[in-house]
């Protein structure tokens, strides 16, 4: 059904590119929550869900995803070619695409947006998106002021060489690190570009009071007629979700920002008076146990297979209120290349006791479980604590600082096992490949890496890098079946017990409209902005 | 008191200069690293190491601590790690707010907290003094949480007599203050209650009911000026304690005030924002201090400044 409605979604974007949805009437306003204030609307430095997509508000690159899914557009491109060897991708600008401040878009504040990504002296975390790029070492160490790979033969087209092929390069072209910015309004505002943002997209930042407002309006000039329809956005930072929902209630708020307090999850759902507010989706989420397999016992297979077969992950989606289903494998439903012939690891704790007599700990063994210290995590781990207790592993509960937590991870020895909730993952792009490189890949099992498992498996690796080097639609089926393997042959070696992946529930005022899947856009939190609608003036 | 004024300055200086060395030393014994929660998840080794560069943090701690020393004399707190904007500018857009509500809170703690101490102390032993006695507690132990939630949800959510949440008007001043003020009340009827108790045995207030006076006289004019003394002394921690920030109940009520930007800059590891706020908690301690003790002589000509 899924592949269906995606094919569906697919064919009304080639018949009408850019259009996928019913014209709305432009007009209205709305207030979302907030509880943390805005770090950051500089492009090549946010890097979390809420500024991530205010970010894709204010501003555009090349690709775009098609509203609700995670089908590759162009966006501040016309059209592209890639060639054969698949190193060189060539893009033709949209005409007409001009910055807030006026001034219209050339290919060289491409080059220049993404140059600035890479130069050390920006500090930025989305630097090692951009290293397939030819030149991408030498621009990264500082060594050189350019970067190589990326020509601009006039303003209107933009030609990237790339060190080798990289399947995943259209989607590190629509990422926000590598978004239009104007070079003389960074040069203006230097490190404070971050609180004035100046890009192409739908909306423009109107007002930022540090601590209490930012107010988005509509640019007039977007490049996508009609759009966006909303002439006003407000966003309200430092609110307690509890009494964001309150606000909802009483219409003075149109969406939770921070999404619905889990205390009150149960009374908001069961309450009639949501029906139609509340949309549910799936996330590019997957929670799963890490097992370091520097630390004994956890370098025994059979070990890691009893742990993932002793978790009752049934009970652990019923203790966060069913916000989840119960995962098998290391990528999301959501996520092209999921398995569903997949069956993984039945919870089965006799199963589990045999596998860990079979390994040598009849009796189990004492370790260390680390988690963040913040609800439902804890939580979380405590339910996890009793199923490994159930089968003799005595796992320690290590409740720690998120930072905490992240630094112990990439350390080879120091963590035996760690609840990733909160911290880990959610893919930046919708590809498989991101699920894997830093996190199960050899790269990412190094001091201060990702890969919490410390997994490396150097024949799985190769097959990684085979896919990544499959570029083109031909050959695109044949890649993530490729993947697919991949995933299911990294279940054989259990580094992780995946848990379950996270869904979105969206709760919403009766004053916005738009398909449900803008609600649960999976590259767009909490709300696709651009394409929602003020339902009064319909 | 030029002189008293010199020396008590100079030693500010010292405590403040103790308080950065602290708590720079503090920030680089976290197990955890801020150039990581920088980098963010995708980086490689490469940019993390890079990015160390950038903010010198690759350089010895005591290099690191006197250019930080250096500029904090020119008046430059550093920008934040995450943010990139300078600390004053963050810390400076918030005092306004914090001031306010630190205002507000000082007024209800002593409104609440003064008359119950003294009724109480005046009706000590009998049911009402067992009555306040046990209210204040209540006040004191309540979570502020709930406190502000129900109220909230009873005067801005039910009657809306208050908005719900924000900064601007008087309106939005009142509940986040008197959440704090419920709390502060309970501790100050406490400390008044036992200051009007223990005046109220002195030998001067037997002579003034000797004279005759009405006993509400006897309390309210010749009691309380002394027995008020060790109350001004709280405000002064007080100011202290609230300059930090009042952290759930600015985030209960959206009040933008520096409790939220420390709460933020904490989870994040942003040090320089972590440093700029003790240091104004500081800062605002030793100055709270100092003017109780200049207003002291003021209220009770005994005490003389040396």
Redesign the interface.
């Known amino acids: 059904m899924r592949k269906l409605l995606i094919a569906a979604t697919a064919a009304l974007l080639l018949a009408a590119p850019g259009l996928a949805f019913a014209q709305a009437k432009q007009g209205g306003e709305i207030v979302i929550t907030y509880k943390d204030d805005v770090s950051t609307l500089d492009p090549a430095i946010g890097y979390d869900w809420q500024n991530w997509s205010m970010i894709k508000s204010l501003f555009s690159g090349l690709m775009d995803y098609a509203p609700g899914t995670t089908e590759l557009v162009p966006d501040l491109a016309e059209s592209y070619q890639i060639s054969e060897d698949g190193l060189t991708y060539t893009f033709n600008l949209r005409d007409g695409v001009k910055f807030h401040n006026g001034r219209a878009l050339t290919s060289g504040d491409i080059k220049y947006s993404i140059a600035r990504t890479v130069n050390p002296e920006t500090q930025s975390p989305g630097q090692g998106f951009f290293a397939s790029i030819a030149g991408f070492d030498a621009m990264a160490s500082g060594e050189a002021a350019e970067l190589s790979g990326i020509a601009t033969p006039d303003d209107d087209t933009v030609v990237f060489t790339l060190s080798a092929p990289n399947a995943t390069f259209l989607h590190i072209l629509a990422i926000n690190f590598s978004f239009a910015v104007p070079k003389e309004a960074v040069d203006e505002h230097g490190a404070d570009f971050a609180t004035h943002p100046v890009g192409t997209g739908a909306f423009k930042l109107a007002e930022w009071t540090l601590g209490q407002r930012l107010v988005f309006e509509r640019n007039p000039d977007y490049h996508h007629a009609g759009l966006p329809y909303l002439d006003k956005i407000t966003f309200e930072v430092g609110q307690e979700p509890t009494v964001a929902l309150l606000r909802l209630q009483r219409g003075e708020v149109d969406v939770l920002g921070d999404g619905i307090p889990p205390a009150q999850f149960e009374e908001v759902m069961n309450d009639p008076a949501n029906e139609g507010l509340i949309v549910e989706g799936g996330q590019l989420h997957t929670g799963y146990v890490t097992m370091n397999g520097n630390v004994a016992p956890f370098d025994n297979v059979l070990v890691r297979r009893a742990v993932n077969m002793a978790i009752n992950k049934d009970r652990v989606v019923r203790i966060i209120n069913n916000r989840a289903v119960p995962a098998n494998q290391p990528l999301p439903p959501l996520m092209p290349g999921y398995d569903d012939a997949y069956e993984g690891y039945a919870f089965d704790p006799e199963g589990a006791k045999a596998l860990l007599a079979e390994a040598g700990f009849p009796d189990g063994f004492d370790t260390q479980l680390f988690v963040m210290n913040t609800d439902p995590n804890p939580r979380i781990a405590q339910a996890i604590q009793q199923d490994l207790a159930a089968v003799g592993i005595r796992a320690e509960l290590q409740s720690l600082a998120q930072s905490t937590v992240i630094a112990a991870g990439g350390e080879p020895d120091q963590a035996p096992m760690i609840w990733s909730g909160g911290m880990a993952w959610i893919a930046d792009f919708p590809d498989p490949s991101n699920f894997y490189g830093p996190i199960l890949g050899c790269g990412g099992a190094v001091q201060g890496g990702w890969n919490w498992a410390w997994y490396c498996n150097e024949e799985i690796d190769a097959r990684a890098a085979e896919a990544d080097a499959m570029v083109g639609d031909t050959v695109a089926a044949a890649r993530l079946d490729l993947w697919r393997s991949i995933f299911i042959a990294i279940m054989h070696d259990a580094p992780w017990a995946p848990v379950f992946n996270e869904q979105r529930f969206t709760m919403h005022s009766p004053r916005i409209g738009g398909e449900d899947a803008l609600f649960v856009d999976p590259v767009h939190i909490p709300v696709n902005y651009n394409h929602v609608y003020a339902t009064e003036l319909q | 008191m030029g002189r008293y004024l010199i020396r008590r300055l100079a030693a500010a200086l010292l405590i403040l200069l103790g308080v950065t060395a602290i708590t720079f030393t503090l920030s680089f014994l ?5 150039v ?13 190491e ?2 160390r ?3 010198g943090l690759d350089r010895p701690v005591y290099e690191q601590y006197a250019s930080y020393v250096l500029r904090l004399a020119q008046g430059d707190l550093g ?1 934040s790690y ?4 300078e600390v004053g ?2 810390i400076w ?2 005092l306004p ?1 914090t001031l306010l509500l630190m205002a507000g809170a000082i007024f209800f703690e002593l409104a609440i907290g003064i008359p119950a101490g003294i009724y109480a102390a005046t009706k000590r032993g009998r049911r009402s003094d067992r009555g306040i006695m046990i209210l204040s507690f209540a006040g004191v132990s309540a979570p502020q949480f709930v406190v502000g ?1 129900l109220l ?2 009873i005067f801005a ?1 039910r009657f809306g007599w208050f908005p ?4 601007g008007t008087l309106g939005h001043l009142i509940l986040p203050a008197l959440t704090l003020g419920i709390a502060g009340g309970g501790w100050y009827s406490r400390m008044m209650r036992s200051s009007m108790i223990e005046v109220l045995r002195q030998d001067y207030v037997r002579t003034a009911r000797a004279k005759g006076l009405a006993e509400r006289s006897v309390v309210l004019v010749h009691a309380l000026r002394n027995a008020i003394l060790p109350i001004t002394a709280m405000i002064g921690l007080d100011i202290g304690l609230f300059m930090s920030g009042a952290v759930v109940v ?8 520096i409790g ?2 420390a709460w ?1 800059a904490i ?3 942003d040090i320089p924002i972590i440093m700029g706020v003790t240091l104004v908690a500081a800062a605002a301690i030793v100055v709270g201090n100092l003017l109780a003790d200049l207003i002291a002589p003021l209220v009770d000509p005994r005490v003389r400044l040396r």
């Open positions: 976290i197990p955890a690293d801020p990581r929660m920088i980098a963010g998840r995708s980086a490689t080794p490469e940019t993390i890079s990015i560069h950038q903010l920008r995450v943010q990139k904007t500018t963050l857009s918030r707010a939630l909230l949800y959510y719900m949440s924000g900064y600015e985030s209960v009520f959206g009040w933008p005030g939220q930007l933020q989870q994040r590891l």
